[in-house]
């Protein structure tokens, strides 16, 4: 971290103290994430380390999750300030659609979209498995409990027509993977950024093959949800001989509706002050822009960020 924090200090910082007018400033701000082995943690990190060089008297820190559900929930309830979680997810929340149906969650509010996660669906290359209509009768790790993986495993299975024939276990990317490797498993969904932690760390030991959702499979999945775009991870992904076809969900970090707007607007001034480092952090962070920060999102932005935003349109 001290490594961190000197490469972060040489970066042309716009130093601003964490406090909005008449208020003290937050001492701590929490940035939930997700599992360890997938993207989330590591951009979370990154963000908490500039948010650390660039804020005085304010400890921002990340923390490991389950994923997306799980973030929206703490987010709502207040234990938390910020959080990283898939576009689709946070529409659903806010909306109270599908698993929030009924109950909208009138607390989470967008800073900004990140870049794009692809739906990863991993199997082992020595093994049958060759399309998702093979996962027929199959044991499929469809993602934690409370995870925006196991929203889009589903989706894609059911509009594959096969929901309801696969063996279906919920479990992290790191328990996935290893049982994935050590047989007991068939196939296992993750929803990241590329490369992911996890998969590369597989196909290091082992052949595996992400399986292609292309096709007609891809159309319907994206006229039917229509968060979904059509992605290519290029070929020597993971050793792949080739190139395969999948489809993506953008990433967004949120946060509490209640954060004060100074508070926000100098937050995202320092994140954005800093993105050589954030694009250094992991391959996906080179995604993170400016430009692309308020494209396409799902869910309305904090009035701080959309004033920062707005500010630097101008």
Known sequence: MARVRSYLLVLPLVVLPLVAAGAEPFRTLTIATGSTGG????????????????????????IPSRGSIENLLWLERGDVELGITQQDVAYYAFHGQEAFSGRPFGQVRALAALYPEFIQAVVRRDGPVKGIGD??????????????TAFNARQILQT?????????????????????????LDAA????????????TLADRVPIRILPIDG????????????????????GSYAAPGPVG???????????????????????????ANLPYL??????????SLEG???????????????FFAARAR
């Open 39 to 62: 993207t989330y943690y590591p951009i979370g990190n990154a963000i908490a380390a500039i948010l650390n060089a660039g804020l005085e008297g304010t400890t921002a820190r990340a």
């Open 135 to 148: 996962l027929k009768g199959r044991r499929v790790a469809l993602g934690a409990q409370g995870s925006g």
């Open 160 to 184: 594959a027509g096969v929901l309801h024939e696969v063996r279906a276990v919920e479990a992290p990317f790191e328990e996935a993977i290893t049982q994935l490797e050590q047989g007991n």
């Open 189 to 200: 969904f993750l929803t990241a950024g590329v490369p992911t932690r996890v998969i590369q």
């Open 216 to 235: 007609p499979l891809r159309e319907q999945l994206m006229r039917r949800y229509p968060f979904f775009s059509a992605v290519t991870l290029p070929s």
């Open 246 to 272: 999948t489809v993506a969900i953008t990433a967004l970090l949120v946060c509490q509706a209640s954060i004060p707007e100074e508070t926000v607007t100098q937050l995202l001034r320092i994140l954005f």
């Open 279 to 288: 694009n250094r952090a992991h391959p996906r962070g080179a995604d993170i």
């Open 293 to 307: 920060a308020t494209r396409g999102l799902a869910i309305p932005l904090h009035p701080g960020a959309a004033q």
